[in-house]
């Protein structure tokens, strides 16, 4: 039941993340491309997420008496690492790219995310209460942590349509991907760390015992 929910949160986070992708490649937002990435690290999260409950409900076997949990570590570490670098990756084509004016599109496009996500954490939620499930809680959460990064992006993009009124605020868009990217890369190092937390302390354990 859990996976089922997990592979439906991973279709709408990856979905929306492509559809960002796309957005941003017609507009050339800046903002709308972190922000896309940003997404894309929610669907790599569900992914960490899927592989850690399959692996979570193996049993011990003679190689692995102890259980296969450090795998799911293992895996959450190497996500996290490919989070980190996509968030690098975009802030350096944000601050080596040019100026642009923010177009409706891009607009729909987040309002769109929004509404998505806002519906999907409060089913994540909802579902993880019912379950009493932690996976699907954290998953709810990142999902609810999305929709107000993407509220975010929206300020900055409403706010980079008065350029014309007030010319600095032509880099509303610029600035708005600069911030998305270093969240995305926040998300990625506290992710790091959190696995790396839990490596560590489930080694001290076992060397306890």
Known sequence: MIIKILYKSFLVNFTLSMIKLLGAFFTKSKTLLSDAVHSLSDSLTDIISLVGSKISSKKPDVEHPLGHGKVEYITSMIMSIIIISL?????????????????????????ISIITKLILSTYLLKKS????????????????????????????????????????????????????????????????????????GKEETNEEV
């Open 87 to 111: 968030g690098i990756s975009v802030l350096t084509n944000v601050l080596n790219g040019s100026v642009v004016t923010t177009n409706i599109y891009s607009l729909i496009v987040l309002i």
């Open 129 to 200: 209460v019912k379950l009493n499930s932690s996976i699907l809680k954290s998953n709810g959460t990142e999902s609810r942590y999305d929709a107000y990064s993407s509220m975010l992006s929206l300020i900055f993009l409403i706010t980079s349509l008065f350029s014309k009124y007030i010319s600095i605020l032509k880099y509303a868009d610029l600035l708005g991907g600069i911030t998305l990217s270093l969240l995305t890369i926040k998300v990625g190092i506290s992710l790091l760390k959190e696995n790396l937390s839990s490596v560590i």
